[in-house]
T-cell receptor, first 115, second 113 residues
């Protein structure tokens, strides 16, 4: 079955430390891949997306993600985390269908930042 | 650009009543909009795909008669929760599809008492 997996439910890092959030996908072909961030009670904000081309994608707020086909992964990274980065992060994959392009979300990773 | 709004942001209703949630694309036209439901500390579950001028496509397990979706214009889709029950309490999020991707509204917190 097609799916998106985020193995880490919770992650805690110290402010200023580096961050990597894991995301794996299971699809027959390479899907379009996204990372979103959700602050408490808020909708989702797109951090970055990968459609094709360069496998290292730069996003907003200093985030980047690397697509690795051999590992079916699309991990999100940030060199130095800020306290304001504390939020829920969702990886998503886009399935192109005749009835609309459906996003499938991972279960999310809750990031806590220690000061 | 690509801003999506939802109204209301928060609503409380009594069991048995109906409540309507609006999703608007403010600065672009969206042929397709999506409705998601998010339970506490869980991921987003796609409920239905809303296409302008046609019937919505519901995901398996979603009651189409309970969750009525109308996409009457290229900038507005509505979700009506009919005969609401406490188990319908949830965070409902819409998104609108633009050429550059999907853009999400801020969500509507529904509480059914």
């Amino acid at each position: 079955a097609q799916s998106v997996t985020q193995p880490d439910i919770h992650i805690t890092v110290s402010e200023g430390a580096s961050l990597e959030l894991r995301c794996n996908y299971s699809y027959g072909a390479t899907p379009y891949l996204f990372w979103y961030v959700q602050s408490p009670g808020q909708g989702l904000q797109l951090l970055l997306k990968y459609f094709s081309g360069d496998t290292l994608v730069q996003g907003i707020k200093g985030f980047e993600a690397e697509f690795k086909r051999s590992q079916s992964s699309f991990n999100l990274r940030k060199p130095s985390v800020h306290w304001s980065d504390a939020a829920e992060y969702f990886c998503a994959a886009l399935i192109l269908t005749g009835g609309g392009n459906k996003l499938t979300f991972g279960t999310g990773t809750q990031l806590k930042v220690e000061l | 650009g690509a801003v999506v709004s939802q109204h209301p942001s928060r609503v409380i209703c009594k069991s048995g009543t109906s409540v309507k949630i609006e999703c608007r694309s403010l600065d672009f036209q969206a042929t397709t909009m999506f409705w998601y439901r998010q339970f506490p500390k869980q991921s987003l579950m796609l409920m239905a795909t809303s296409n302008e001028g046609s019937k919505a496509t519901y995901e398996q397990g979603v009651e189409k008669d309970k969750f009525l979706i109308n996409h009457a214009s290229l900038t507005l889709s509505t979700l009506t929760v009919t005969s609401a029950h406490p188990e319908d309490s949830s965070f409902y999020i819409c998104s609108a599809e633009a050429p550059s991707g999907q853009y999400f509204g801020p969500g509507t917190r529904l509480t059914v008492t």
